[in-house]
């Protein structure tokens, strides 16, 4: 049987934890001291950028244009301002002069121009007060904010008779690095004493509060040095950082309730610690270990996108869920087997009380919370087409303004208003004519006439939404033109202008970039590659359910559910952070689109936060099941048993969501409080609502299989219970639907378990 195969393969380890726990705890504490060392540093050697597809159009154009012409593609623009002067007064255009020579020296930078050399109208600002000097910084991210770093302080503020200002791409990717480090340091030290107080709250005990707050810190050290060794091979965004620490502590959160739940649910039922502990690892260990699967699917999804802005997520999505799971199975164990009962110890919660509760009387209300929930589970049973059709109704109607989504490109506006790379952006784009930073920048290779040139750039001209088209400028069989459209940077008819100029025949080879080809691109990259994400996500899910639960049904009314409980996310995505809603109260500037790439990781994570917290539901409802036969009861056993564990989870999550969520950086905030209110809805309304009243709708057909695959699944499917199911035993909840029998019912399926704590026992 399925159960005791999955049982024998946690009993080498189960015996080895409670043989060895402090062995276990020192080899744990040795490694995390040495993942302390291994990832300081990180996020220095982290990037900003990723949302370019490496292998598109717009990628070799922006490479080639770097190698054969790199004035074309500044990333580095020096604001000037003359004041009253002018700038074209000649003691401002002989300091500005100077100030080109002394840049254009300077060790990485290449491809320097100014208005007081070239005369360009684009470089000079309307009201003559203001000019650029553009330049490149070479080599990646990397190397290129060193650079910045090195030279910004010598150029910035009065120089003379001028005032300067840096920005450019490479400052305004600098700027959103640092503001995100110090956003997350802000986050980290509000999360962390929160999370303690909540955990404190639903433990009781000091010490048991504690050990969730351990694993979390373990699998974010961990993470950290998993991230710092493949920056030295890969490219790793910054913005991963921010779900290293919302995974850590989150999912290590959730495992270590699991787990500390259920050893302190043995040990009240009066098991030895010894015994409790290998109940716990062999049940709740083992759908820890399920979860922490189903979760890293998930993310792991997020690789076959070439972006490694979505990589990254993946990269340390997966590391943290791995992380966290090995933490919960190994530190939480062995120390859990040192304290023994003195996990209850220092209830904090007698401070907020009068007088003094025994543990009789902490159990007693734990099992009044569990019958709590089992009432909730009857009462929508009992009403199961209404709650099941009205809170479906209610999810689709709050996902319906995603329908109206737009996508476009990050930008200058993900930082907040008060940003100096920001300000000069403003200024460029406010002060400056024709739209400096939407410019698209045509590559060409062959060899081709002046005849030819002029008449490729008539055509290109006479394009829709184009306002002017500057050059060309060749370099023997290289050449490119600047073509500045009419409207914004990123708008629908400046992308449509992309797939224009590339579709217009030439006499040489043509490659189109700048902002809108970029964003272009990367929408088809994603458009490409999504149905295989989705197509990962949704098969092994299915067959992840399948093996725990041996039903055919239940797989697919997991993927619609988990589906369903991300509606108010992405809703809100759309009305609140590209139409605006709300942004003065939280901060932000709204751009009028959201960032191609970002709901794809959301969606990504808060499908496997949902899996988590549907394995926790799905584990035990199958659990009695099989212990009962009995659908209903299971149902509500299972409710029971774990919605207040799920709710609390959720509670802290969403704790931890939300201090992500108060980042100054658009895309930070957006996925903080968006997955903050997706773990939300899926614990609160899903768990609770619909996985009941569907479940009762579907009735015995829950649990069907055919043969095979019912064999199958005998042989190699998981199960929380740690053997085979024994008979079923007397009733217990009178069925739904139909009056208890007596007031105590409602408290029956805690009552019947807690009657007779030896059964889990005979069962492992």
């Not at 995390?32 to 982290?46: E, K, W």
């Not at 990037?47 to 490496?54: E, F, N, Q, T």
Request: overall charge neutral; some cysteine; aromatic content about 6%.
């Amino acid at each position: 049987m399925s159960e005791v195969n999955t049982g024998s393969r946690l009993g080498g380890w189960t015996r080895f934890v409670t043989a060895r726990p402090r062995l276990s705890l020192l080899l744990t504490l040795v490694i995390t001291a040495l993942a302390v060392f291994a990832g300081s540093g990180v996020a220095d050697r982290m990037g900003s950028g990723g949302w370019a597809a490496p292998d598109a159009e717009s990628t070799y154009a922006t490479k080639a244009l770097e190698r054969e012409f790199p004035a074309s593609q500044p990333n580095l623009l020096l604001l000037v301002d003359s004041g009253s002067r002018g700038v074209d007064d000649p003691a401002v255009a002989a300091a500005a002069g100077r100030l080109t020579e002394r840049l254009a020296a300077e060790k990485g930078i290449t491809g320097v121009g100014s208005y007081w050399q070239t005369k360009a109208p684009a470089l000079r600002a309307e009201d003559g007060r203001e000019a650029l000097i553009a330049a490149r910084i070479q080599g990646d991210e990397k190397s290129a904010a060193a650079v910045l770093d090195r030279i910004a302080p010598d150029y910035r503020g009065t120089q003379g008779v001028l005032k300067v200002a840096v920005g450019g791409p490479i400052a305004v990717q600098h700027e959103m690095q640092e503001t995100i480090q110090e956003d997350l340091l802000r986050a980290e030290m509000i999360a962390l004493p929160v999370t303690l107080v909540l955990l404190v709250m639903v433990f009781g005990s000091a010490i048991a509060a504690l050990l969730p707050l351990g694993v979390g810190i373990v699998a974010i050290l961990g993470t950290n040095a998993v991230l710092r060794g493949l920056t030295e091979i890969t490219d790793v965004s910054i913005f991963a950082q921010n779900l290293t620490t919302a995974l850590g502590l989150g999912l290590a959160i959730d495992y270590a309730l699991f787990i500390v739940r259920r050893f302190r649910e043995e040990l009240a039922g009066g098991a030895e610690v010894r015994d409790a502990l290998g109940i716990t690892l062999r049940t709740a260990g083992r759908t820890v270990l399920f979860s922490a699967l189903t979760v890293a699917v998930s993310l792991a999804a997020m690789m076959v996108f070439p972006q490694y802005f979505l990589r990254s997520f993946a990269y340390a999505g997966i590391a943290v869920v791995l992380l966290a799971a090995a933490a919960a199975l190994i530190l939480l164990p062995a120390a859990l087997m040192l304290l023994g009962h003195r996990v209850n110890a220092l209830d904090l919660r007698r401070l907020l009380r009068r007088g003094r509760r025994t543990a009789e009387s902490t159990e007693r209300a734990a099992a009044e919370e569990g019958a709590g929930w089992g009432r909730v589970a009857k009462l929508v049973m009992r009403r199961a087409p209404f709650f099941a059709l009205g809170t479906t109704a209610v999810l689709v109607l709050l996902g319906l303004p995603f329908l109206g989504a737009e996508f476009g490109t990050a930008d200058y506006r993900q930082l907040p208003a008060s940003a100096n790379s920001r300000m000069v952006q403003e200024e460029i784009r406010d002060g400056f004519p024709g739209n400096p930073g939407g410019g698209l920048e045509v590559f060409t290779e062959g060899s081709a006439t002046a005849a030819q040139y002029a008449d490729y750039r008539t055509r290109i001209a006479a394009l829709p939404d184009v306002l002017r088209v500057d050059g060309p400028v060749t370099s023997g069989a290289h050449g490119y033109f600047t073509v500045l459209p009419k409207g914004e940077a990123v708008s629908q008819d400046t992308q449509q202008l992309v797939k224009d100029i590339r579709a217009e025949p030439a006499p040489f080879d043509t490659s189109v970039t700048g902002t809108a080809a970029m964003l272009v691109d990367s929408q088809r990259a994603i458009a490409d590659r999504l149905p295989w994400a989705l197509g990962i996500i949704v098969v092994v899910t299915l067959v992840l359910v399948f093996l725990l639960t041996g039903s055919v049904l239940i797989p697919i009314q997991a993927v619609v559910l988990n589906a369903l409980s991300l509606t108010a996310m992405f809703g809100a995505m759309v009305w609140v952070f590209q139409e605006g809603h709300l942004s003065g109260p939280l901060g932000f500037t709204s751009t009028g689109d959201i960032e191609t790439t970002v709901p794809v990781v959301m969606f990504c994570v808060a499908f496997g936060l949902s899996m988590d917290y549907g394995v926790f539901l799905l584990s035990r409802i199958k659990e009695e099941y099989d212990r009962s036969g009995d659908q209903e009861g299971a149902v509500v056993f299972g409710v029971s048993r774990t919605g207040g564990l799920i709710t609390a989870a959720a509670v802290i999550l969403a704790v931890v969501m939300v201090a992500i969520g108060t980042s100054r950086v658009t895309n930070t905030k957006m996925l903080g409080l968006g997955l903050a209110l997706a773990v939300l809805m899926d614990a609160m309304v899903v768990r609770s609502l619909l996985v009941p009243s569907v479940m009762k709708l579907t009735g015995k057909a829950t649990w069907w299989a055919p043969g095979p695959l019912r064999r199958f699944h005998d042989r190699f499917g998981l199960s929380e219970s740690g053997g085979p199911a024994p008979a079923p035993e007397a009733p217990r909840d009178p069925p739904v639907g139909e009056p208890d029998r007596d007031a105590d019912s409602d408290r029956n399926v805690d009552s019947d378990r807690d009657a007779d704590p030896d059964r889990d026992r005979a069962r492992v």
